[in-house]
């Protein structure tokens, strides 16, 4: 009994309420998790073409090993979904635990061992899909199967979807899920991918909480001249049209506006801020230091430019085929990133002004995540986020985050989930390192994973099991 009592008290810093029912020996349980992410690291399932399917196979075997019943759903065959769930006393409404089974591309060349080997080599797991997303899927995972372990007692469903074609194909993945099988993996909460800590000094300083997300709404510039011979300039080439056209709209000052989550994150940011910075962040909406302020953000912190706005950046252009013809026409890809609540139409609009030339037409790219408001900040899952977050990483700040990417969190928060997206903890020189999410070389602590997991379980049990 003294055993007993004296490895219950080692466990308080971590663990609270329902927690402390659920005494896991995380080396053991840390251990089988880093088995799971390698192998499934070692399924090439980069996408295109993806074949998800063959991952989805790995987790159904895994979770039927532990008596969990998973079906797939695919309008693909090659590229199947998975949704596995642990039902509840259905007192509260689910919780949905997602992750993508696709990963981008890599050129392997570029490697310091195969991409799809899964090496282990002080203290990191190296592979495509390290960080973004078999991480998230492998901890999703690994909550089932110790939630069926310990017949936790639940208030709530357990949903575990891992969809494919997250990676730039969402017809196959969670659009399929969404518009043919939303019964199956409708939900209160979601934790996703999106999120990610910050370790400076050896500790953990911020934990970034994603409750929302910039919409992808890419626009394609198509610029008209008159072709002619190289040695001959004329006011219709179609390359100087299109140049001035994305100098124009590439320098173009958009509204500054901020959402919830971003005055949340500012406010959270001065709170621990230099006083030069902390000034900045509690006057992002002075109107006397606006522009000042976001030219500074501009030049030393893009990020925080990018979130007070919607951003344009030109991306691609294509022009001519040969060094002594003018080309007849040109173009050039605007990534555009909207807030939230950007009006599309009257952006758009506002772009044409700004070009100010007939000659260039403005064709959008097919909308593929729709626009979804921000998750709320101030209800039982974020405080919960909030609650295991400063149990596990006492000297934390958690910061509501909104990603300039973009997520399959978009389309459940378009039906009315509440999403919330979770990362690993990563240090200030490791987040510069270019071995992150889609760079060469990508790359995991075991550390951070396995904390990862630790804390998508702590968080699950706190808002899902019965007290």
Not at 17 to 29: K, M, T
Not at 64 to 93: C, F, H, W
Not at 361 to 368: D, G, K, L, Q, S
């Amino acid at each position: 009994m003294r055993w007993i009592f004296v490895l219950f008290l080692s466990s308080l810093p971590v663990l609270a309420g329902a927690q402390q029912s659920y005494l896991i020996d995380w080396d053991e349980v840390g251990a089988e998790s880093i088995d799971h992410l390698v192998e499934l690291i070692q399924i090439n399932s980069s996408n295109p073409p993806g074949n998800e399917t063959e991952v989805a196979e790995y987790l159904k075997t895994e979770l039927g090993n532990e008596g969990i019943q998973s079906e797939l759903y695919a309008l693909e065959a090659s590229r199947a979904n998975l949704v596995a769930r642990i039902n509840g006393n259905g007192s509260k409404r689910p919780i949905l635990i997602m992750g993508h089974t696709d990963v981008v591309g890599v050129q392997a060349d570029k490697w310091y061992a195969d991409p799809f080997s899964g090496m282990r080599q002080d203290g990191f797991i190296y592979g495509r899909g390290a960080l973004d997303d078999k991480d998230n899927v492998a901890a999703g995972l690994m909550v089932m199967k110790l939630l069926q372990r310990y017949e936790v007692e639940l208030d709530r469903d357990v949903i575990f979807l891992a969809e494919s074609g997250e990676e730039g194909t969402p017809e196959v993945g969670i659009n399929f899920m969404v518009e043919k099988h939303f019964d199956v993996i409708d939900a209160e909460y979601c934790l996703a991918e999106g999120g990610t800590n910050v370790i400076e000094n050896d500790e953990v300083k911020t934990v970034g909480i994603e409750t929302t997300e910039k919409m992808p709404r890419r626009v394609t510039l198509v610029a008209r001249g008159k072709p002619s011979h190289g040695s001959i300039p004329t006011l219709e080439n179609a390359v100087l049209i299109l140049a001035n056209a994305v100098a124009r709209a590439g320098t173009w000052e958009t509204e500054v506006r901020f959402n919830d989550t971003t005055r949340e994150y500012f406010q959270r940011m001065a709170e621990i801020s230099e006083p030069a910075d902390a000034h900045r962040y509690n006057n992002v909406e002075n109107a006397e230091e606006s522009e000042a302020i976001q030219q500074y953000f501009l030049e030393n912190f893009p990020y925080h430019y990018s979130i007070s706005r919607t951003s344009v950046a030109p991306t691609v252009i294509d022009a001519g085929f040969r060094k002594n013809v003018i080309p007849s026409e040109a173009s050039a890809i605007l990534d555009i990133r909207m807030l939230p609540d950007e009006s599309l139409k009257d952006f758009y609009q506002k772009l044409a002004t700004v070009i100010d030339d007939p000659r260039v037409e403005i064709v959008p790219e097919r909308i593929y995540r729709p626009a979804a408001p921000p998750s709320e900040i101030d209800n039982e899952m974020f405080q919960t986020l909030e609650r295991v977050a400063r149990q596990m990483y006492p000297a934390a700040t958690v910061l509501p985050v909104m990603s300039t990417g973009a997520t399959d969190m978009a389309q459940v928060r378009a039906k009315g989930v509440q999403a919330y997206g979770i990362g690993p903890s990563r240090s200030v020189e490791e987040l510069n390192s270019g071995f992150g999410a889609h760079g060469d070389n990508e790359r995991i602590t075991e550390e951070a994973f396995v904390e990862l997991v630790q804390f998508m379980w702590n968080v699950v049990i706190e808002i899902a099991a019965t007290q």
